[in-house]
């Protein structure tokens, strides 16, 4: 038997859907999986990207390499909220007595609505009969 461009092939009608249908369905999943694997190799070189520029940027603040008006900014709000810092705590402990002294008060006036309380209630307690 010859084979040629000329040879009949004889197959049921419902078999050469069949080939074609599978073809077309594994055309169509090696195209989504291909898809699929660019998508995911672009999100990962973007972030490796993205954490090597973190990672320069880390590395490189503390050195002084990467100064940039931000950076300097950043440094002096840093200083500034320091030297703030450090006035309240002196503020702070320089009041420390008056604190103290207002929070004896309170309590001895507690004690003094406390002991008022309980000579209220006796004399309630006595004038009812």
Do not use: C, Y
């Not at 999943?29 to 694997?37: C, H, T």
């Not at 929070?103 to 004038?127: A, P, T, Y």
């Amino acid at each position: 038997m010859k084979i040629s461009e000329d040879t009949p092939v004889s197959m049921p009608m419902k078999n050469l859907i069949g080939i074609i249908a599978s073809v077309v369905i594994g055309v169509w999943f090696a195209f989504g999986v291909i898809e699929r694997l660019n998508v995911i190799e672009t999100e990962l070189k973007l972030m490796q990207s993205d954490l090597e520029t973190a990672n320069e940027f880390i590395v490189g603040v503390p050195k002084g390499d990467m100064v940039s008006p931000q950076i300097n900014e950043l440094f002096m709000l840093v200083e500034f909220l320091a030297s703030n810092q450090e006035k309240l705590k002196e503020n702070v402990e320089a009041d420390m007595p008056q604190i103290q002294k207002v929070d004896m008060q309170v309590q001895f006036l507690e004690e003094r609505i406390i002991d008022l309380e309980s000579l209220v209630d006796k004399l309630r307690g006595n004038g009812t009969h």
